[in-house]
């Protein structure tokens, strides 16, 4: 059993917990992912390790309540306990040997990219960090990001927060105007990374993109974060979550994602109506 020992509501749907984990906060670096079970009965989830603190034993994770299972782990408070916690799982993201890189979060995507950028930043590159949200009430983790960038720039859809616009705006604005970047790194929406990705091709600059959308079982067995890299099957778990975006087949994986959208939503309308029964 892991016991939750923090935990802070980022916004309405995305919540920071940090959980005793020793083992795995000793071992965990930037860009790894855990499996956790909510209780005995639950299902699988992979979520990326958002820091680690050795000295206390802890391992910080960011989630969104997307589904059952996360909202199940939402309902969780300080002192209640995980039935598993599993990692450090995946392949570590390259962070050594730059000088320069630009991070791209999008919405939740950005608890996945700000461990990246803070890796980089302290290996001691310099890190211009942008980050995307539907508007302000979303934003999350903006002193976080600002601590280890060394240009933060916010952009929302509807312009109360930060910049009005997409990443890809502010983003290009940048390489307009000189801007020279060793490596882009991208993580958030699927739609998101393939634009960005359609973006940085047209400056030949290489760019990371973290799979970790699509990934659902973490461990490579159930085949549904599989994905076309390069014209090669790959999955996102165990080969990933780090892939050259350029070489990612985006539609395909787009296309996939869909497939479980109805099942999650009749899963976590099932699990609401359980919440409400037990409160009555």
């Known amino acids: 059993m892991f016991k939750i020992v923090r935990r802070r509501d980022l916004n309405p749907t995305v919540i920071m917990m940090d959980i005793e984990a020793p083992l795995v906060a000793n071992k965990a670096k930037a860009g790894q992912f855990i499996i956790l079970r909510v209780d005995e009965e639950g299902e699988r989830i992979p979520l990326t390790v958002a820091g680690t603190n050795k000295k206390e034993g ?4 960011i989630f969104q309540v997307v589904g059952a299972s996360t ?10 306990y995980l039935q598993d916690f599993v990692g450090p799982l995946g392949e570590p993201s390259e962070v050594e040997g730059f000088n320069k890189v630009c991070v791209i979060g999008g919405g939740a995507g950005c608890a996945i990219a700000l461990p990246v950028a803070r890796a980089l930043h302290e290996n001691g590159a310099k890190v211009t960090s942008i980050v995307g949200f539907r508007n302000k009430d979303l934003v999350i983790l903006e002193d976080e990001f600002k601590e280890v960038s060394d240009e933060y720039i ?10 009005k616009g997409l990443v890809t705006n502010a983003l290009e604005e940048l390489l307009k105007k000189g801007e020279k970047f060793d490596r882009v790194i991208c993580i958030g929406p699927l739609i998101m990374m393939k634009f960005v990705c359609l973006l940085t091709k047209k400056y030949n600059i290489k760019t990371v993109v973290s799979m970790n959308p699509i990934m659902i079982d973490g461990t490579g067995m159930c085949g549904c974060c599989r994905l076309t890299v390069g014209g090669k099957v790959k999955f996102a778990c165990v080969d990933g979550p780090d892939f050259d975006g350029h070489e990612v087949d985006f539609d395909e994986a787009i296309n996939r994602n869909k497939m479980y ?3 999650e939503r009749k899963k976590y309308e099932e699990t609401c109506n359980l919440f409400k029964k037990e409160v009555k």
């Open 261 to 263: 959208r109805d099942f």
């Open 154 to 163: 916010l952009m929302s859809d509807d312009g109360s927060a930060g910049t």
């Open 58 to 61: 802890t391992v910080e994770i």
């Open 71 to 80: 909202l199940l782990l939402a309902h969780k408070q300080v002192g209640d």
